[in-house]
């Protein structure tokens, strides 16, 4: 079976439009995922809104990789339990990673739920969608479960989803995702996401590259390559094998493309090649995510990460020997089972060490079904996780401010993204107000964009701007963000006086 098939179009045959309410939560892959699917209903006769109240078909696009995000479901499928008394014709779907985990546990949880669809069937949602408003039946749709079949049928019953994709569905008309795999087969003690995503599988590189073509040719000029283990990537493709240096490589030639990002790195496969890559390919942004998880030796051993902090510590020097002014940045878990004090000083020591960019930190929450789940107590009191959790934080921030702060007084490149947080609500609250930009560059709306290396940085400037490559002379930071003014080249007798340019 083709595991990368193409969603089926919605009928068109009801003469209103239909009203869709979709809300996602987890990583970016799930965000994805909603892009996609939204699309396909689009291409049928849906249109999107952001009034749960007014729609006649819910999903909730699902994620389980803490305890928090599945009850934040529940909690609001619990708040429109009665919503089909006043809406009979109202369609409630899950879908996503929780949907495959939980399957019928939904339909019991929460009774007025239609559909439940797994990460691997989300071609099919269309179809359930109109079936079940037909004939008011529920529906699954999911995948085996890892111990259910060979690999291979269990491969197989996890359909990458990647259908052509509506331009107008990105979060800016600038940026898109690009999955380059699924599935995950590290089987970290702690994690769901082998269960919920299936096998590791890399998508062919002739997809990918024309993939990122279409894209291109819409008007993207930033792709994040997306995978679990994004650097793991390998495909066999006309007897060759591809790895990610190789795919950064296809790509890196695609005209109108000028950053491209990769997510998320798994430590042990953080290859020379691929640092070569990164070194020699100016469109990839030296940017690295590499999650460390954790400080100590025996904490990163019961987690089955595959690696020790001296392992960890000659990635971070190869890194550091091929791409110096690599930003690299971490995940970390705190209270993990048997944390001690000093496991969790081992990890703020690696902070403190390795300087990381950023780091998302997370108190440890026990999994049904996962390695760790059945080895040991979840024995680390939540008081206790919160402030370690707090003490990391404070730590992180403290580093991440100082970095920030090198740049002020610099110029750095970024990418335009669009109005900044602050713009988007005061435009929200006042629509009129910031529509009146005409051809004055030096209105005052804020701006964001992200430099070479990921960072953040806010400035005021003509919202045309977005999607450009403009320069920024830095004068004030904080721990997430550098602020800045847009440069203004000054000729002199004809010679143009720069200031040296960082990323
Ligand atoms: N594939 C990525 C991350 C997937 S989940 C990787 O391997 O790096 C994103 C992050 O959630 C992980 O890096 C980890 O820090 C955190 N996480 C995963 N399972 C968790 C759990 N049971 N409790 C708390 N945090 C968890
Ligand atoms: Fe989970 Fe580990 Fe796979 Fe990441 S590498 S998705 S943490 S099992
Ligand atoms: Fe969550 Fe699934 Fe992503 S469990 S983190 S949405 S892969």
Redesign the pocket.
């Known amino acids: 079976m083709d595991p990368f098939l193409n969603s089926e179009p919605l009928s068109k045959s009801a003469d209103h439009n239909h009203q869709l309410y979709i809300e996602t939560v987890g990583?970016q892959m799930n965000m994805l995922d909603s892009e996609l699917v939204v699309g396909a209903m689009r291409g049928g006769n849906y249109e999107l809104t952001d009034d749960i109240g007014a729609a006649d078909t819910i999903l909730f696009n699902t994620c389980s990789?803490?305890e928090h995000a599945e009850h934040k479901i529940y909690s609001q499928l619990g708040r429109i339990k009665y919503s089909k008394r006043t809406r009979p014709n109202l369609v409630i779907g899950v879908m996503g990673c929780m949907a495959q985990k939980d399957q019928e546990i939904i339909f019991e949880r929460a009774p007025h739920v239609d559909i439940v669809v797994g990460t691997g069937q989300l071609a099919e949602i269309p179809r359930l969608i109109d079936e079940t408003r037909e004939n008011r039946q529920r529906q699954m749709a999911v995948s085996l479960g890892r111990r259910d079949g060979s690999r291979t049928q269990v491969a197989g019953s996890f359909e990458s989803y990647d259908p052509l994709r509506d331009p107008e569905m990105r979060p800016s008309p600038y940026q898109a995702f690009v999955r380059i795999m699924i599935g995950?087969d590290?089987f970290?003690t702690?994690?769901?996401?082998p269960m919920t995503r299936g096998p590791e599988q890399s998508r062919s590189p002739s997809q990918i590259t024309s993939e990122v073509r279409t894209l291109a040719g819409q008007g993207v000029k930033e792709v994040t390559l997306l995978g679990?283990?994004v650097n793991s990537y390998r495909h066999i493709e006309d007897g060759k094998e591809y790895r990610l240096a190789d795919l950064l490589e296809l790509i890196h030639d695609t005209d109108g493309i000028e950053r491209i990002k990769f997510v998320?790195n798994?430590p042990k496969d953080m290859t020379l090649d691929l640092l070569q890559a990164v070194r020699d390919l100016p469109k990839v942004s030296r940017y690295l995510h590499v999650?460390a998880?954790s400080g100590c030796d025996e904490v990163l051993a019961r987690m089955k990460r595959g690696y020790t902090v001296s392992d960890y510590r000659e990635m971070m020097q190869r890194i550091h020997e091929t791409v110096p002014d690599a930003a690299v940045s971490s995940?970390?878990?705190v209270g993990f089972c048997g944390e001690t004090e000093e496991s969790f000083e081992l990890s703020m020591n690696l902070i403190r060490e390795f300087r990381f960019k950023n780091s998302?930190i997370?108190?440890?929450?026990?999994?049904p079904g996962?390695k760790a789940d059945g080895l040991w107590p979840d024995d680390i009191p939540d008081d206790v996780k919160r402030r370690r959790n707090n003490e990391m934080l404070a730590l992180q921030n403290e580093v991440s401010e100082e970095d920030n702060a090198e740049f002020i007084g610099r110029e750095v490149e970024v990418l335009v993204e669009g109005l900044s947080k602050a713009s988007e609500k005061r435009l929200a609250a006042n629509p009129e107000a910031e529509d009146c930009h005409g051809d004055d560059a030096s209105h005052k709306t804020q701006l964001v964009g992200r430099t070479d290396c990921d960072r953040i940085v806010v400035f005021d400037g003509n919202p045309r701007l977005a999607g450009s490559l403009t320069h920024i002379a830095v004068h004030d930071c904080s721990a997430t963000t550098l602020l800045g003014s847009i440069v203004t080249r000054q000729l002199n007798h004809g010679l143009q006086v720069d200031l040296p340019v960082v990323s």
């Open positions: 990583c990789v803490r995950c590290k970290c702690y994690c769901v996401v679990q283990t998320t798994y999650p998880q995940d970390f878990i998302f997370f108190k440890y929450s026990e999994r996962t």
